[in-house]
DNA sequence: ATACGGCTTCCCATTATGGTAAGGTCAAGG
DNA sequence: CCTTGACCTTACCATAATGGGAAGCCGTAT
């Protein structure tokens, strides 16, 4: 099997199979006389495992751990199972820090009347605090729009 | 005020606002007889209105555009209102992606018993769909773990 | 033999951010 | 007047994972 075959089988793109060989993700190919990689139905196993994890996204140094364990036959399921409850954390805590900036812009996409006018409370929020105060919902008490603010990188 | 001073007062640090300056996403900052950046208390919000907005998430070319509207007084709101919405497309879109991680990894982590033993469901399925069916809940059926697998990218 | 498609390597670009190094500047204190 | 420490300047490098392209070799089918 040449590398574009091993791409197709596996769903990992030629190109990404050479990377991850250079980073030493996975084992050196062997090759042909003439220099072509080739890989073996393990090979291309190997890379569907990759791109599985990918997929339920690993970073590839988390991949690189997977990757031991898989191989590891004395393994402790409970280490592989650290690994994925981490990724679960990892992903919950960025979901809730998107969920809070949707929350955000949704209360003041809520709050703009979105049409030919000007005033905008999104932008008069954005362009510091709440110094113009127009909002069009006509009648509504100066009370400015509680925004949470949150840095987490 | 300087360069210090305007990071400190705006939230964003020293090395970003020369940044935003080199790839024109603010205006060139003026400059002392000794070569030091000068900045205006207008030009600090401006910093504070991206520091919010990057917050909220929106990419560099969706802050110049909202800059734009910002700057703009004839501006439609219905204008800034769908920049707003995007974002919340685009956020809601990948908390949809990870909540489909998430859910795929706790059902697979539920799976494994988490012990000193090797058998581990999470790897059987990562390691190319179900060949070793080792599940540590004792009795189970044959029945292999629906995991979604998706693209996104 | 010739052409087309696949392979090889090498380099570049992306996004937004941080780090570091070498050198100029400013203010305070001796 | 000189030193010191804090701050500024530019320039370069690095990150994570992926795609794009060029230049050149290889293999197979006509």
Redesign the pocket.
Known sequence: M??????KASG?????????ES?RLIPT?G???????VYSPTEVQMLRFIRRS?DLG??????EELLALWRDRTRQSADVKRLATDQIDGLERKVREMQAMIDTLRHLADACCGDHRPDCPILADLGHGVEHGSDCTTQQSGKAVPVQHFHS?
């Open positions: 040449n590398i574009g075959e091993a791409a990992v793109s030629a190109k990404m199979i050479r990377y991850y980073i190919a090759r042909t006389g003439s220099g072509y990689r990918r690993f970073s590839v140094e988390k991949i990188r």
